[in-house]
């Protein structure tokens, strides 16, 4: 191949269906020779990897330089590897990719809006106006702690983690006045949810939580008197029912730690 490629990323395609099936990138070499990275994936003597199935199954038809297709190349150095690392993420979401690995920088990789709003939220409440705020609506909000959250969890398992289980006083699972059920990782809000009814553990399905860990629940800790483990259903907060979702709360000043305790009543 003539040395105009310079740095350079390349995706592995099925000629056929079109798919990218590997994202790949190559450096320049000295006197800007082409990095001839691309070809060696098709360099082995057995198929081992998914990768290499795919390419023995696409050679029975095809020639290699179909399958390599070049993405960008002549990059400036050092953005290569960004390019690379970016079309793995957004592939990833809905393409079956053999790469291993993610691509460098994956702390910089593809996130959630909310995880970004965890991470890097300028938004911030004070713990005494989130207070005031349930005065004046008249409302509870019922703030919890979700230890167990992971930035890849689907909006219904944020949701099932949120609702389920929490130890109640009976008074406040009866809904004596409305409720804001507030999700909260560390200091920061991901969502809030309005409680429509508390219900016992284990009543409805949960996509996080099966039979063993309800029971595992239900026998540990001390419940105080007149709390037994419940689990909420309801529906995402609208912006006028609660408007500080993906802020940060605060208490004088300083990111509100959590004590032992993951439930806290505002009223």
Request: glycine share 6%; hydrophobic share 40%; proline share 3%.
């Amino acid at each position: 191949m003539l040395d105009v490629l310079g740095n350079y990323v390349y995706a592995l395609v099925d000629p056929g269906t079109k798919e990218i099936f590997y994202v790949g990138m190559a450096s320049k070499k000295p006197n800007n020779r082409t990095n001839e990275r691309a070809t060696k994936h098709f360099d082995f003597d057995k198929a081992v990897t998914a990768k290499e199935k795919k390419i023995k199954s696409l050679l029975q038809h095809y020639d290699k330089f179909q399958i390599i297709h070049i993405v960008r190349h002549n990059l400036p150095d050092g953005v290569a590897v960004h390019v690379e690392a970016a079309l793995i993420d957004a592939l990833s979401t809905n393409t079956k990719l053999t790469n291993l690995k993610r691509g460098d920088g994956t702390k910089l990789g593809i996130k959630t809006w909310a995880q970004v709003a965890i991470e890097k939220g300028t938004d911030f409440i004070e713990l005494d106006a989130l207070e005031q705020f349930a005065r004046e609506k008249n409302i509870r909000l019922t703030l919890l702690h979700i230890k167990s959250y992971r930035e890849d969890l689907e909006a219904h398992e944020i949701y099932d983690l949120t609702r389920g289980y929490w130890r109640i006083a009976q008074k406040k699972a009866n809904l004596d006045k409305p409720t804001i059920a507030v999700a909260c990782v560390g200091n920061a809000i991901v969502c809030a949810y309005r409680v429509v009814s508390w219900l016992p553990a284990g009543t409805t399905f949960s996509s996080v939580f099966d039979k063993r860990q309800i029971e595992v629940l239900q026998n540990t800790g001390v419940a105080q008197e007149g709390n037994t483990l419940k689990e909420f259903i309801g529906q995402l907060a609208t912006k006028a029912e609660f408007p500080y979702s993906q802020y940060k709360i605060t208490l004088n000043g300083e990111p509100l730690v959590w004590p032992q305790q993951s439930i806290k009543h505002i009223e």
